[in-house]
């Protein structure tokens, strides 16, 4: 049975379930203390509910602060090589950025700390397994191409 809005049906998913699709994120040798989990579920409305919560972002030194960071999923799960692997934003079909299907929303840094949840219809769990979740230096200016001069890849995991 559905709920009165989706919105209902994703807090009970992620209360409830356990996640198709996981990615743990380390970050890069700058950035040792970076790490998160990415957790994807699929949804009775098709797509995926994503939800992501990170530690340890570059401004968890800064008392108050707050920046924006990148998230994507590259299309390569090869985070070896400080990142350089990866490849470029996934895309199920050919588009042009940000219409990626790995072109995510930003994450909140605030002092270090990211946590947000979203549905994106886009996604599929057989299409994203095996591919990296990204988080990048900057954040994605929705505009410049082919990926949104997000920065350098700061943190990276495998989904699974």
């Known amino acids: 049975m559905r709920d009165i809005t ?3 049906s994703f807090i009970r998913t ?3 379930r356990q996640p198709d699709a996981m990615a ?4 890069n040798r700058a950035n ?3 790490s998160g ?3 994807f579920y699929n949804t009775d ?3 995926m509910l994503i939800e992501a919560e990170f530690f340890g972002l570059p401004n968890v030194n800064v008392p108050g602060s707050t920046n924006f960071y990148a998230m994507h999923i590259h299309e390569n799960g090869d985070c070896s090589a400080n990142f350089t692997r990866t490849g ?3 895309s199920f079909q050919p588009a042009m950025h940000p219409q990626h299907s790995g072109d995510l929303i930003p994450l909140l840094g605030n002092q270090g700390y990211a946590w947000t949840a979203f549905y994106d219809k886009r996604l599929v769990s057989p299409e994203i397994i095996g591919r990296s979740v ?3 230096s900057m954040p994605d200016d929705f505009h410049t191409q082919p990926s949104g001069n997000s920065g350098e890849k700061i943190g990276c995991g495998i989904i699974r």
């Open 134 to 136: 990204i988080i990048h």
């Open 32 to 34: 040792p203390g970076l």
């Open 24 to 27: 743990w994120v380390t970050g």
């Open 45 to 47: 409305y098709e797509g």
């Open 14 to 16: 992620m209360l409830n």
């Open 88 to 90: 470029e934003h996934y």
């Open 37 to 39: 989990l990415v957790k």
């Open 6 to 8: 989706p919105g209902l």
